[in-house]
């Protein structure tokens, strides 16, 4: 059985954490000012950095910018593999239960709707709590109704048809705000749509790692009923699983993690339904428990790239996480479909 | 011991009607047997075992387990009781053999699913027991459909439960897949005292080897020995009028079509049943004697077949080649 196969493997550990502390290492070079590796590491160690400005750029600005890459890469791939397991679905992904749209739709009435209402003339888009506020309770209104229909309906792919379904309205009731709103109102919607890792602050950062490692941790503690949920859910109940509360626990779950990264970075796209499959391909298994540890570094691994792709080297512009997600997304996925041919094959 | 009473199966619609498919059941099933639901297509067989697996509720009456209501078990005690095999095939990849059959132990395990020496030494008797041992590190999508089905079995035996209920267990599968997967079954019910109830189309197999019959029919049921049930008469309700009858020693035997035209045979007898045969299901008559104005002679000898018709002679070199013939010139 020992193969070249075996041996790739065995190093596929080691491989992908080194390419996570040099992808963190290469994020924090990073930016519109030019640091060398010698100053970032001098303002990260340092306690009293001999340049102000630069520890100011590194502590205030580029390791929070890193670190929620590291943890929403983690939560977005995580979630992806949550949902690709409830529905058995290789195309389900962190957003197919209509979070992110619930999230739109709370940032969207602030931004658009409220300031619009109280002729607010500057809302300070990054950091703004408001709008924290607005896409955590967007996701979590979506999230209660998703969960009061998934009491109810017994099949599972009635519910991600649903999902969708609540998405589509959501995206439809945005879509009337932003008709109505003025132009720079609807330039700073658009911007936060399309995503943006570096608008997080050191406490907001602390507070996303919570509930990151939160999320996290009831999904390990999961393993197992996911595990069976992959034989489908009549055998999963035929071995005594408790459907019900499992599916309303994973949604949670998932709520919480998509909830928590929308709020922050906006909707990032591709990663939470491409980084399980990778995780597939490398790990050459389906099995959740042995698939869990490889997605959450996997995950981090693939946007921490992202975001050193955004950044177009010498300047001060940043590429729209979105959009280098899903330009690096696109391509994946298709080589997978053309790859395995058969859809049901990527599980 | 599986023993149902007065129990009616069914369905309740969305506008909250009882569709009722079979009532008033009163059936049982001991362990160490093979108990096999017979009956038409429709009929209710799979909603049976549904029900008895709690997957769809009962519309009324009760399932006793040793004497136990069901309906008063917990979802992961009856997981200790009762494990299922479903129809049709499970869409699972990537997953090997020993991991699906170890996922078994879950209502036995903790919140992390950490294996035992007990639960390890079940599994691997589970795997043993259906001949998996060379195939544990495979894939399940990897493997053929017979190899497919062991496994789903195998991981039903490391549930660890008395019950082992079966949807169309050999529904995919060939011949020789199917008596192997009675065969094992026999011997493990036999060996490892379980109660295997399952639904089945596969007559001449399940008259031969089942120790049971539940037999639905419309608007009745019954149940016995296989025996009981083909020398009852009760077998050939399952195929009225469709012409189909059951012999005890041929098997299904399926009505003919009255035949236009009779030829006569006669020649080497051992070639002669194949040719008779052939002929049959092409629609044609046969006789022995001449008296009834055959269409043609047949001699047939072990190289060859000759057909006589109007004192000219025709040679054929196999079964095919004489029976287009046969269809091509009136």
């Known amino acids: 059985m020992s193969s070249p196969e075996d041996s790739i493997r065995r190093i596929i550990w080691p491989v992908i954490i080194t390419l996570l502390i040099l992808l963190i290492l290469g994020d924090l070079l990073m930016g519109s000012v030019r640091l060398s590796a010698g100053e970032v590491w001098n303002s990260l160690t340092a306690t009293f950095p001999a340049d102000d400005t630069a520890a100011t750029i590194i502590r205030q600005f580029r390791l929070p910018r890193v670190m929620t890459a590291v943890f929403a890469g983690m939560a977005l791939s995580v979630s992806g593999l949550l949902m690709q397991t409830v529905f058995r679905n290789p195309l389900a992904g962190p957003y197919v239960l209509g979070i992110s749209a619930g999230a739109s739709l709370g940032v969207a009435l602030v931004v658009l709707g409220f300031s619009s209402l109280f002729a607010f003339n500057k809302i300070s888009l990054p950091g703004n709590s408001a709008m924290l506020l607005a896409a955590a309770t967007g996701s979590i209104l979506v999230l209660l109704l998703l969960l009061i229909v998934s009491a109810r309906v017994k099949d599972i792919m009635t519910i991600l048809i649903l999902g969708v379904m609540f998405g589509s309205a959501v995206t439809a009731l945005v879509a009337i705000l932003q008709y109505f709103s003025n132009e720079s109102m609807l330039k700073a919607f658009i911007i936060w749509t399309m995503g943006s890792l570096s608008s997080t602050t050191n406490q907001q950062v602390y507070l996303l790692a919570v509930m990151v490692i939160l999320g996290l941790l009831v999904t390990a503690m999961m393993l197992k009923n996911l595990n069976i949920l992959m034989l489908g859910e009549e055998m999963a109940v035929s071995m005594g699983m408790n459907l019900y509360l499992n599916r309303a626990v994973i949604f949670l779950v998932t709520g919480l993690l998509v909830g928590a990264v929308t709020a922050y970075c906006g909707p990032i796209g591709f990663i939470g339904i491409i980084v399980p499959h990778i995780a597939r391909m490398m790990f050459n298994t389906s099995h959740v428990g042995r698939l869990f540890p490889g997605t959450i570094v996997l995950g981090a691994v693939i946007l921490l790239a992202g975001d050193l792709v955004s950044h177009i080297p010498g300047k001060a512009a940043v590429l729209p996480i979105n959009a280098v997600t899903a330009v690096l997304g696109v391509p994946v996925i298709m080589w997978m479909i053309l790859r395995n041919r058969k859809l049901s094959a990527l599980m | ?330």
């Open chain 2, 1 to 330: 011991m599986l023993t149902l009473k007065q129990l009616d199966t069914g369905f309740i619609t969305t506008q909250g009607q009882r569709r009722i498919l079979a009532s008033g059941l009163d059936l049982s099933a001991r362990e160490g047997e093979l108990t096999a639901i017979v009956g038409p297509n429709g009929i209710g067989k799979s909603t049976l075992l549904r029900t008895i697996m709690r997957l769809q509720p009962a519309l009324g009456g009760t399932i006793d387990i040793d004497g136990r209501n069901t309906s008063g078990f917990s979802t992961r005690d009856f997981a200790r009781f009762c494990s299922f095999v479903p129809a049709g095939k499970i869409p699972v990849a990537r997953l090997t053999v020993e991991e699906i059959i170890t996922l078994a132990r879950y209502p036995h395990t903790g919140w992390f699913g950490k294996l035992s020496p007990e639960d390890i030494r079940i599994v691997e008797e589970a795997i043993y027991s259906l001949n998996l041992q060379d195939l544990r590190l495979r894939f399940i999508d990897e493997l053929s459909d017979g190899e497919k089905q062991r496994t789903w079995i195998a991981r039903a035996l490391a549930q660890g439960t008395p019950l082992v209920i079966l949807d169309e267990p050999t529904a995919f599968l060939d011949i020789p897949n199917r008596f192997e997967i009675y065969r094992l079954l026999r011997q493990i019910a036999v060996s490892q005292h379980r109660l295997f109830l399952f639904a089945s189309h596969d007559l001449e197999f399940v008259s031969d080897m089942t120790d049971k019959i539940w037999m639905l029919l419309p608007g009745e049921f019954f149940e016995g020995a296989p025996e009981d049930i083909i020398s009852g008469g009760i077998l050939d309700k399952l195929f009225r009028h469709s012409g189909i009858t059951f012999h005890p020693e041929k098997g299904l035997m399926f009505p003919q079509p009255e035949p236009e035209k009779y030829l006569v045979i006669t020649g080497d007898s051992s070639q002669c049943q194949w040719i008779k045969r052939a002929l049959k299901r092409a629609g044609f008559g046969i006789i022995t004697e001449v008296q009834q104005h055959p269409f043609a002679h047949i001699f047939c000898s072990k190289n060859e077949i000759v057909l006589e018709k109007n004192d000219r002679k025709i040679r054929f070199s196999s079964v095919y080649a004489l029976i287009l013939f046969l269809k091509t010139n009136h």
